[in-house]
């Protein structure tokens, strides 16, 4: 993942975002609104095409290389 102070203090932790992940099992596409750095977003992608979001330009085009760069192949 790519990381900023500011991402990473307001970042989900992995069990939290594992947990969310799976409330939304079964849905074909989540839109992930307020991605940021995308610790959400690797969850989700593990079982669900995503749409990812976020209106902070340091943060808004780190997503897809974070979910390239640990997730690949899931989606």
Request: hydrophobic share 40%; glycine share 10%; aromatic share 6%.
């Amino acid at each position: 993942m790519f990381f900023t102070r500011d991402g990473l203090e307001q970042s989900s932790a992995e069990v939290v975002a594992r947990h969310t992940a799976r409330r939304y099992a079964g849905a074909a596409t989540v839109a992930d609104l307020c991605c940021g750095i995308g610790g959400d977003l690797l969850a989700l992608a593990a079982g669900s095409a995503v749409v990812a979001v976020d209106r902070d330009p340091c943060t808004s085009g780190w997503p897809p290389a974070t979910r390239t760069r640990t997730a690949s192949g899931t989606r």
